[in-house]
């Protein structure tokens, strides 16, 4: 499978909430790294605790999910770069919209590398940040 097909797939099953089939496209020792290192609690290399509590804080603030829509898909042998429209609404009403970039390193044919680059102020203010009264 090419590192393009391979990164859509991934997309795909991101999208479905598929973390089994997300691992499966993974190397054993993928990193994964959000911009904003040190700019809030979930920039820089993450952990898979971490990860884990960046997805129960989307889940918890997020009960809608978000919509994920995949722009475009830039691929070569060894990298794939997914331009990516996520939108959701957090339970309080207040909306969450990005653009994201997504650069994929690949491996032996598995994904090595998930390095996110998005609005960190936004995301930081809308999954970090104090919720508005709930009415």
Not at 66 to 91: C, F, N
Request: glycine share 8%; aromatic share 12%.
């Amino acid at each position: 499978m090419e590192t393009k097909e391979i990164a859509e797939k991934y997309f795909n099953a991101m999208v479905e909430g598929n973390f089994d089939e997300m691992a499966l496209l993974k190397t054993p020792d993928c990193v994964y790294w959000l911009s904003g290192d040190g700019s809030w609690p979930f920039g820089g290399y993450q952990s898979l605790e971490n990860q884990v509590k960046l997805w129960g804080t989307v889940a918890e603030r997020f009960p809608e999910g978000m919509k994920m829509t995949l722009r475009s898909i830039t691929a070569d042998q060894e990298r794939a770069a997914l331009y990516v429209h996520i939108r959701g609404t957090r339970k309080d009403g207040r909306i969450y919209e990005n653009d994201v970039m997504l650069l994929l390193t690949f491996k032996n044919g598995l994904i090595s590398g998930l390095y996110e680059y998005l609005d960190t102020i936004m995301v930081n203010e809308l999954f970090c940040g104090p919720m508005d009264d709930i009415r």
